[in-house]
């Protein structure tokens, strides 16, 4: 038996295309380990959406080089973002790696790991192709798992100015509606019981394909699949999300009361700079609308400071934005160039220290929202999904509500897979404290 240790980084994309990189070399006779002793390969799956993930991914295969030194028969990977970016250039800093694949080319490993483990000479495949193909590999996640991610599409055709997904994960395109349906079933047949459908952009999906079915269809299909009791989706970008969409939080009883929809600013002079195509009013009326259709919906966002030529009075235009909204929770970075997007060529960069001040004012300002509503749950009584055991205690389960809070009550492994009330007996800024309410849900 081979093991195969793979380090993530990045978002839930990053996250199934690991899963999917380990059901492929199952196929090759590695079993997935945490123990790094034991490898027999690595893969480092990287991010490099922001300055700072891709100098984590930099620092992290740097660390491989010793565990090359001290076993030289691990073969190293590095996938993702930055191996797309970097290409064979990464092999001048880290000359020890063996296998340099790209976003498009996950299903090439098993074929890669059989040749450099014959040859022991290193290879690099970082070609776009049209179709990305290992989209389809199914990732049955380990027993007792209740959710499991679904890609519905890759790639990305918006070129926000500060993004630099379209040239590291190529155009956007979206897989066929059967064969996500097929998926899903087949999920559900394996004791899932939510699902969170992954793209950059999902709110677009269909476009490419070019037939009328689009993302208020499958959502509404999925509605119907037995044993999918709940399904969440993410990235949209607020400008496609439709009217149809909308109405699906209304209509769909899967459908979780939670959307996380990147506003990014709330300055129209800076959404227009990032090429984002709406205002911050159009922005603020989906999510009136989505609050008429869903009065409990959770909306969560991402936010960008000292994006190229913002001024404190475009900050203030996004705090104004935070307060009439009052996220549940919002992520927030400090914005860094990426190489090849618009805004990396643009003049009056924010100073560093102007940036770290405006995201600080924002995060504590966040978290003032964050724990009102946490807060304002306490004696409320919620559907809790259960995950599994609780980090903080033994005696302890873990599950998350509809609106995407996570939730820690007394409880044995029994309840793993099931939905159960529970009443919320205290509030913290990042999790809830319940107990289990007997009886049926
Ligand atoms: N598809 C999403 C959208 O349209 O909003 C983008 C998802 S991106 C993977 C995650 C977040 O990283 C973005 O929403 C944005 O807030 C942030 N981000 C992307 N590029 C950035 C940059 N150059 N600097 C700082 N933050 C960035």
């Known amino acids: 038996m081979k093991y195969l240790y793979i380090q993530t980084f990045g978002c839930q994309m990053n996250i199934h295309d690991s899963e999917q990189m380990a059901e492929l070399l199952r196929g090759e006779g590695y079993r997935k380990t945490d123990d790094i002793e034991k490898a027999d390969m690595v893969i480092v799956n990287t991010c490099s959406i922001r300055e700072k993930a891709e100098q984590k991914a930099h620092s992290q295969i740097g660390r491989f080089r010793n565990l090359k030194k001290a076993r030289p028969h691990v073969l190293i990977g590095v996938g993702g973002c930055l191996a797309q970016q970097w290409k ?18 996950i299903h090439k490993l098993p074929e890669l790991v059989r040749d450099v483990e014959k040859t022991r ?105 037995r044993g999918i009791e709940r399904m969440r989706f993410t990235t949209s970008q607020p400008r496609d999300l439709s009217v149809d969409i909308i109405k699906c939080f209304g209509e769909v009883d899967a459908l979780c009361e939670h959307i996380h929809l990147p506003v990014q600013s709330g300055s129209d002079r800076i959404l227009e700079k990032m090429n984002r195509h709406y205002s ?17 919906i959770s909306i969560t966002s991402d936010v960008i400071v000292g994006f190229p030529g913002e001024t404190e009075r475009d900050f203030n235009e996004t705090l104004d934005l935070m307060e009439s909204v009052r996220f549940d929770n919002l992520f927030s970075f400090k914005y860094s160039d990426r190489p090849g997007t618009k805004a990396a060529l643009m003049g009056d960069k924010v ?16 978290e003032t929202y964050t724990f009102e509503k946490n807060k304002a749950m306490e004696g409320s009584v919620v559907k809790v999904l259960v995950e599994g055991r609780s980090k903080n205690s033994s005696e302890d389960v873990m599950g998350r509500t509809s609106s995407n809070r996570i939730v820690n009550f007394r409880g044995n492994s029994d309840l793993v897979g099931k939905t159960v009330r529970a009443r919320i007996t205290e509030a913290y800024l990042h999790s809830l404290r319940g107990e289990l309410i007997e009886g049926q849900v």
């Open 88 to 105: 064979e250039k990464l092999l001048d800093k880290a000359p020890f790696i063996d296998i340099i694949f790209g976003t498009h080319n």
């Open 121 to 225: 000479a290193f290879r690099v495949e970082t070609s776009f192709h049209n179709e990305t193909r290992s989209l389809g590999v199914l990732t049955l996640p380990d027993n007792g798992c209740v959710k499991a991610y679904v890609t519905v599409m890759q790639g990305c055709d918006n070129y926000c100015a500060f993004c630099v997904v379209p040239y590291l994960r190529g155009r956007e395109e979206s897989r066929k509606a059967v064969e996500i349906l097929n998926e899903i079933e087949a999920l559900a047949d394996h004791g899932i019981k939510e699902v969170t459908l992954l793209g950059q952009n999902v709110n677009s999906y269909g476009k490419t394909l070019g037939n009328g079915y689009g993302f208020s269809n499958m959502l509404k299909d999925i509605g119907r699949i």
């Open 280 to 296: 911050s009013r159009d922005y603020f009326e989906k999510i009136v609308r989505l609050k008429e259709i869903c009065p409990r």
């Open 351 to 366: 100073a560093e220290e102007v940036k770290r001040d405006r995201l600080m004012k924002l995060q504590a300002v966040q």
